[in-house]
């Protein structure tokens, strides 16, 4: 209990000083000279794209046959359970990647790009209905790409995605992330089911997926906040982690796509 208090002490005491430095924002703004900046995470979600926009499909290597590499997007929404946190409803997710035979027979890949817009953490800052209602100790989590794929299957292995999560709120700095630096979330979705064809041409495959068995560091550069962003989100997580994803797949041949 006491352990707990001093918790919830200390947590209170970070959001009563980020609360009182963003009330004294505009106070110390006054008569300057330079342009407001956008509010802390104004510019970090992205739009989610169609799904079958292939704008974002990468440059494949050169030497390689176009009409045997094909542009791949993938998207996808679902649930996601960070520690002790469940976000249950996952913003769609758009990925897009390249793969094909290398000149020498092995097998290659391309990444592309993620776009997706961010998820929001029932409860906010403060894990409350009065959080949720408030703008200021609001919480999502946006997702990046941590920097390293495999999406080559084997079975109902979907192979390896890396994540960080980006926690947005506008009482935590930019660099506030989850799975930052050389410690991103690695998933390795298992498939769910049989996959469907839902369409020919285009050709285009209903899929589901789970992952349950990835880990969850804890957050960092999240300032005075940090302790309290770990303490909600039950961060760091060895076990009690879940991604659930049903989504669609796509794709074309290079030689299909339109020149570059």
Do not use: H
């Not at 918790?7 to 000279?33: I, M």
């Not at 035979?101 to 776009?115: A, E, F």
């Not at 700095?173 to 979705?189: F, W």
């Not at 039950?234 to 030689?255: C, H, M, Q, V």
Request: aromatic share 6%.
């Amino acid at each position: 209990m006491k352990t707990t208090s001093l918790r919830l002490g200390a947590a209170a005491l970070a959001v009563a000083a980020a609360l009182a430095t963003v009330a004294a924002a505009p106070a110390l703004a006054a008569g300057a000279t330079t342009a407001r900046a956008p509010a802390a995470g104004a510019a970090i979600a992205e739009a989610p794209v169609a799904p079958y926009d292939f704008s974002g499909c990468p440059d494949i290597p050169a030497g390689v046959d176009a009409a045997r590499w094909k542009c791949e997007v993938q998207t996808a929404s679902g649930s996601l359970r960070l520690g002790s946190r469940d976000v249950p409803a996952l913003a769609p997710m758009t990925i897009t990647f390249a793969e094909g035979p290398m000149p020498d027979g092995g097998k290659g890949q391309v990444w592309g790009s993620l776009r997706g817009g961010a998820s929001t953490v029932p409860g906010g800052l403060l894990g409350n209905a009065s959080a949720d209602r408030s703008p200021l100790l609001g919480l999502s989590l946006q997702p990046e790409y941590g920097g390293l794929s495999d999406f080559y299957s084997v079975g109902d292995s979907m192979g390896l995605f890396t994540l960080r999560y980006r926690a947005v709120s506008p009482l935590l700095p930019r660099g506030c992330v989850i799975g930052g630096g050389d410690t991103p979330v690695e998933i390795r979705l298992k498939r769910v089911g049989d996959s469907e064809w839902v369409s020919k041409n285009p050709p285009v495959i209903k899929w589901a997926a789970v992952d349950t068995a990835f880990t969850v560091p804890a957050a960092t550069g999240c300032g005075p906040m940090t302790r309290l962003v770990n303490d909600r989100l039950g961060l760091p997580a060895t076990t009690g982690n879940k991604i659930t994803l049903s989504g669609e797949y796509t794709f074309r041949t290079y030689d299909q796509l339109p020149a570059r």
